[in-house]
């Protein structure tokens, strides 16, 4: 399956940027990651933040505006000097269109510019079988794009999937027949989608797209270097550094689910997907009577399945615990997040007894992060597909020219 890497540079504050032509896109492009970040903004705030000078804002906002992608306000009277006019990110300034493909369900967003979801669309299934989704796209695209305005319907930046990086050879894991997700192995999903969008299509797994998401419009919009860690049908990791989303040379950055738990002996030692997935959960469940699991995760808590699920929650507490170990012992982080395809109120408990476990680990010699819930929860991997385009085309491009504080 083709990929398209739309990762680029999302540092945090104090980058400078340069009065060159040259650098005239990187210029556009620090001006929009700081709105996106702290909303409305002078230009006198902006050149004060980008080291650039007020002439040459005054020509990069005027651009931004007549193209749509910003809004003026109110002018607002400060203590001394002129009024000034705050600038924001106009929401339907572009749109982008986001495809999460789960082993579960089918999301489709529409993100205006700012992030912001015009319109959304879900389907839910038993099994992601290729042609019944490219069928359910069929049903549903033409309806979430006729959900928006008609001048946004002309104004598609491009579409994002988030996917896991494969859907077949899981059949065991996911309780279906061996072969049933065959059909995925002759499908060129960015190719399917590029058709029926009209415009650039990208694509990411699906846990560095969430990750992509917490990033920018969660707890990670204030930490610097991060593991993020989604519990979902299978376990899976991303991974921030310096506040750049880390996808690595084969798109297999913090590949956790393949860590091992152990260190082997008479057998393979079980690797963390075994330990940690909610397969693992729906597996007990449905040996205790409960034919539809995943009801769970949509509210229908009853006291023995919240019982089933706090067992389950103990091991892979004490799993999750080791991965976090083992990958601090590695990198130096601020954070571990974790997050899950889970109501609020699980995932919490699951983080305080994977906080609980890691206590009872030794330590030494090692700066354990902080270990935080994720403030986006089972919508992330969506939100991160519809922000795929954007981040792609207007975020700071890391092989760019960047002058420092």
Request: proline share 4%; net charge negative.
């Amino acid at each position: 399956m083709k990929t398209q890497s739309p990762i680029g540079d999302h540092r945090s504050e104090l980058l400078h940027g340069g009065n060159q032509v040259s650098v005239g896109q990187y210029n556009e492009r620090l001006v929009v990651s700081l709105l996106r970040r702290h909303g409305w903004l002078s230009k006198a705030d902006l050149a004060r933040m980008t080291g650039l000078s007020a002439q040459t804002m005054t020509v990069i906002v005027k651009r931004l505006t007549a193209s749509g992608l910003l809004l003026s306000g109110d002018k607002t009277r400060g203590r001394v000097g002129q009024p000034s006019t705050p600038f924001a990110l106009n929401p339907l300034g572009a749109v982008s269109i986001g495809i999460k493909i789960g082993r579960r369900s089918l999301d489709l967003i529409a993100m205006g510019f700012d992030g912001t979801v015009l319109a959304r669309r879900t389907e839910r299934f038993a099994m992601p079988e290729a042609a019944a989704v490219l069928a359910l796209l069929d049903d549903n695209l033409p309806g979430l794009i006729a959900d928006l305005p008609a001048e946004q319907q002309t104004r598609i930046l491009g579409a994002g999937i988030a996917m896991p990086r494969s859907l077949a050879g899981w059949e065991a894991e996911l309780n279906l027949p061996a072969g049933a997700l065959d059909g995925w192995n002759d499908i060129d999903i960015l190719a399917e989608v590029e058709g029926r969008v009209g415009a650039k299509t990208y694509l990411l797994h699906d846990v560095s797209a969430a990750c992509l998401a917490e990033l920018c419009f969660g707890r990670g919009k204030g930490i610097q270097n991060f593991l993020y860690l989604y519990v979902g049908s299978f376990v899976g990791g991303g991974l921030v550094l310096s506040n750049q989303l880390q996808t690595g040379a084969h798109g297999a950055a913090a590949a956790i689910g393949s860590l091992p738990t152990g260190l082997g002996g008479d057998g393979i030692p079980a690797q963390l997907i075994d330990r940690a997935s909610l397969t693992g959960f729906e597996a007990m469940a449905r040996a205790a009577g409960r034919d539809d699991p995943h009801s769970f995760y949509y509210g229908e808590q009853d006291d023995e399945t919240v019982r089933i699920f706090t067992e389950w929650a103990g091991g892979a507490a004490d799993s999750l615990a080791f991965a976090i170990l083992a990958t601090a012992s590695v990198l130096d982080l601020d954070a571990v997040i974790l997050a899950g395809g889970l109501p609020e109120d699980r995932t919490r408990d699951l983080l305080e007894l994977t906080r609980a476990a890691l206590a009872g680990y030794n330590a030494k010699g090692v700066h354990l992060p902080d270990l935080q819930q994720a403030e986006i929860g089972i919508t992330a991997r969506a939100i991160g597909s519809a922000f795929l385009p954007i981040y792609a085309n207007f975020s700071l491009d890391r092989d760019s020219l960047l002058i420092t504080s």
